[in-house]
C-alpha cells in the first residue's frame, strides 16, 4: 500500500500537483545549505502565485537537528531538506531514523543516470578542481598526472606550494581520498605511466587501524601529508592565493570548489582549473532533496522539487538560480550552458562509491590526521 502511494505521487503532473497544493494552503518550507534557494522560492511563487515557499538556509548539522527535534516533538515544520552526503551520513545514519523520505519523478528521473539516484533524488553535482596560475602558465596546466601534485625537485623541496581546506575537518574533500583508496589500482597505474617504474609504498600501515598495506591512495595521502601545505578554509581566498602567484613567482595549486571560477570573471584573477589529469580530475558531489516526513505539504513539497529541478522539460526558471559556472545538472536533457570546458561524462570525472565510503570513511580520516601530525604539511 506504500509503494502504491508513492507511485501515485510520483506520475502525478506539475498541474495535478498544483490542484491539491492549493488545498493544503500551507507555507512550503525549504531546510537548505544554500543561499541561492530563495531566488527559487520567488520563481516558484510567480509561477504559482497561490502557494508561498520560504527557504531557511541552515549548516548541514543544523538543519538535520532541527528536523529530528521537530519530527520527535510532534511539531514538523520543514517540508524539503536539501543538503550533501559526501560520505554517506545522511542515506545510512540519517534517513534509516524515519525523520525523511523519497521522492522520485517518474518523467524527470527518466533523464537521470540510474547510478546517482542510488542515495537519493540527486539535484545537482557540485566538482572541486586543482587551479593553476594562468599567468605562469599561458599555454595550459603544469600537470597532468595527479602524482605531479606532489613531486618534489632535486632538493627534496614540493615542486608547487600547495593551498587547500585540510580534509580533516571537510567531508567532501576527505571522501575524495576515500574514492582514491578504493581506485587505488589506477592511481598505482597513473605513477607507473609517468614515471616507468612501478610504485615504491613508503606510508607504514601498522601505525593507524584499518588501512591497507601497498595501496596507491594512502600512499598519495602520505606524501601530500608530508608535503608544505597551506590550509585555508575558504575558497574565495584559496584562489586568490592562486592567483598571487603569478606575482611572487611561486608556483602554487589551489584545490577548492568549482564555483570559485567565478572570481576569474569577476575580479579578473588569473585563474583556470586543471581539467586533466590521470587517472582521473574529480568526484561528482550530489546535492540531494528530500521530503520530511509529516510534512503539511505534501503535494506543494513535491510541486517545488520539481519545479527546483527545472519541470518536466528541464529548461525551468526553478534551476536557473544554481546555473552559474561550476555546477552542473544531472539531467541529460539539460546543459547548463556557463560551464563549457567541462562536462560530467569526462573520463577525467568519476562518480563517488558513496557505499564503499561509507565503510572506510573513518580509517581514512584517521590515517590523514595521524600523519599530517607525524608530517611537515602544517
Not at 615542486?159 to 574514492?179: E, H, Q, R
Not at 520530511?292 to 527545472?310: T, Y
Not at 600523519?371 to 602544517?378: D, N, P, R, V, Y
Request: net charge negative.
Amino acid at each position: 500500500q506504500e509503494a502504491s502511494e508513492e507511485d501515485k505521487w510520483n506520475e502525478m503532473t506539475d498541474e495535478e500537483l498544483y490542484e491539491l497544493a492549493k488545498q493544503e494552503g500551507g507555507e512550503i518550507t525549504i531546510y537548505a545549505i544554500t543561499s541561492r534557494m530563495p531566488k527559487t522560492c520567488e520563481a516558484f511563487m510567480e509561477a504559482y502565485p497561490e502557494l508561498k515557499a520560504v527557504s531557511s538556509d541552515f549548516d548541514q548539522n543544523e538543519a538535520v537537528s532541527k528536523i529530528e527535534i521537530e519530527g520527535k516533538s510532534n511539531n514538523v515544520n520543514a517540508d524539503i531538506l536539501q543538503c550533501k552526503d559526501s560520505a554517506g551520513e545522511i542515506y545510512y545514519d540519517f534517513y534509516p531514523s524515519g525523520y525523511l523520505e523519497t521522492y522520485f519523478p517518474t518523467d524527470i528521473c527518466s533523464k537521470i543516470d540510474p547510478e546517482l539516484m542510488k542515495y537519493g533524488m540527486p539535484f545537482y553535482v557540485g566538482l572541486n578542481f586543482w587551479y593553476y596560475n594562468t599567468e605562469m602558465y599561458p599555454n595550459g596546466a603544469p600537470l597532468t598526472n595527479f602524482w605531479e601534485i606532489v613531486e618534489k625537485d632535486g632538493s627534496g623541496a614540493n615542486k608547487f606550494n600547495l593551498v587547500f581546506k585540510n580534509p580533516g575537518s571537510n567531508d567532501t574533500d576527505m571522501t575524495f581520498y576515500a574514492n582514491m583508496v578504493l581506485n587505488a589500482d589506477q592511481f598505482a597505474a597513473a605513477y607507473e605511466s609517468l614515471y616507468g617504474k612501478p610504485l615504491e609504498y613508503t606510508y607504514d600501515a601498522s601505525q593507524t587501524p584499518g588501512v591497507l598495506e601497498n595501496n596507491a591512495g594512502y600512499e598519495f595521502m602520505y606524501r601530500l601529508a608530508n608535503s608544505r601545505i597551506t590550509f585555508i578554509a575558504d575558497g574565495d581566498d584559496i584562489v586568490e592565493a592562486v592567483h598571487s602567484s603569478g606575482s611572487t613567482g611561486i608556483p602554487t595549486l589551489g584545490f577548492c570548489s568549482a564555483g570559485k571560477i567565478t572570481n576569474r570573471d569577476e575580479s579578473g584573477w588569473k585563474i583556470d582549473w586543471v581539467t586533466e589529469l590521470d587517472p582521473y580530475t574529480n568526484l561528482q558531489n550530489c546535492n540531494y532533496l528530500y521530503l520530511v516526513k509529516g510534512n503539511d505539504n505534501p503535494a506543494g513539497s513535491r510541486l517545488f522539487i520539481r519545479f527546483l529541478m527545472g519541470g518536466a522539460e528541464g529548461d525551468g526558471p526553478g534551476f536557473k538560480p544554481f546555473t552559474k559556472e561550476g555546477n552542473w545538472s544531472i539531467r541529460s536533457d539539460y546543459v547548463n550552458p556557463n560551464n563549457p570546458s567541462f562536462n560530467l561524462d569526462s573520463k577525467y570525472c568519476i562518480t563517488s562509491d558513496i557505499d564503499a565510503v561509507y565503510g572506510i570513511f573513518l580509517d581514512v580520516r584517521d590515517f590523514w590526521d595521524y600523519w599530517l601530525a607525524k608530517g611537515s604539511g602544517k
